[in-house]
């Protein structure tokens, strides 16, 4: 297959990824780089603060050219949280393709689950790694989650 025709593939493959974490409908990307929060959270919240969790199911999944993959995120707030998650998502699939998309908001209340299906482009290259990290941000407080997808032949 020829180099020129293999990166828009590749590209195209990162693109539904990033549609399937899209809350909006759109993938825009992102110039500017998440500000620093106050608080990050950590493996216990604490007593005090509102904050909340992101949890993306399935974190890691593998699929062929043309198989459907479905997504889900769930945010859970802790001690009242009740604002707005903006969503950013960072793809990575190695030296072909780097990008940081706006996923959209998620809004209260809370907890809420976003359900999503993607379906892999039946000309994919394969295999390939797609990298990702889902970054939700709101309330001075960030949470992130790490993700994985494998085009296998």
Request: aromatic share 8%; glycine share 6%.
């Amino acid at each position: 297959m020829y180099s020129r025709v293999r990166v828009i593939i590749i590209i195209s493959a990162s693109i539904i990824f990033l549609i399937a974490f899209s809350l909006s409908g759109q993938v825009l990307p992102v110039n500017d780089k998440l500000p620093e929060y106050d608080r990050e959270l950590s493996s216990e919240p604490d007593n005090t603060s509102p904050i909340f969790s992101i949890t993306v199911t399935p974190t890691e999944a593998h699929a062929h050219p043309g198989d459907p993959v479905d997504c889900e995120v769930l945010i859970t707030p802790y001690n009242g949280f009740e604002e707005p998650v903006e969503l950013e998502l960072e793809v990575d699939a190695g030296p072909v393709f780097r990008g940081t998309y706006n996923a959209g908001t998620m809004n209260p209340p809370y907890p809420k689950t976003y359900k999503y299906r993607v379906v892999v482009p039946e000309k994919s290259p394969a295999p390939i790694m797609v990298k990702g990290t889902l970054k939700a941000k709101g309330g001075g407080n960030l949470d992130k989650v790490d993700l994985v997808l494998y085009i296998e032949s």
